[in-house]
């Protein structure tokens, strides 16, 4: 499975441009294009059109839609509240767990289609 994360992490941020990463959630366009760019590695772990279109499919959802942040959200809804909050999260903290959700998301996604479809 460590090829599955290289995959993810070649096309993750090797092949991606700053104009990908900055209008991938603005545009459809560019979220396009990265997601082609993202499923390259994968061509070398499978040729399964199913496990494919899976990867590409859910990648383009959830980067297009920023689901990872909308998962943060959702996470933090179910935080118990015993006093009224009086700090919010820094600004840095916030964005590393976005991340780590949404590589978190992807990775599951891949390695589930990469084991039942290939």
């Not at 599955?4 to 104009?19: E, F, I, M, N, P």
């Not at 603005?26 to 061509?43: D, E, G, Q």
């Not at 991340?99 to 891949?110: A, F, K, P």
Request: proline letters at 4%.
């Amino acid at each position: 499975m460590y090829y599955q994360l290289l995959a993810h992490l070649v096309g993750d941020y090797v092949l991606q441009s700053k104009w990908m990463a900055v209008n991938k959630s603005k545009r459809s366009l560019p979220a396009l294009i990265h997601v082609l760019c993202y499923t390259i590695p994968f061509l070398f772990l499978t040729n399964n059109i199913l496990a494919l279109a899976i990867i590409a499919g859910t990648h383009f959802v959830i980067d297009r839609f920023q689901l990872a942040y909308y998962v943060c959200k959702l996470r933090d809804m179910i935080e118990p509240r015993t006093e009224p909050c009086t700090e919010t999260t820094p600004i840095w903290l916030h964005f590393w767990l976005t991340v780590i959700v949404d590589n978190t998301l992807h990775l599951v996604i891949n390695a589930a289609a990469l084991t039942y479809c290939s």
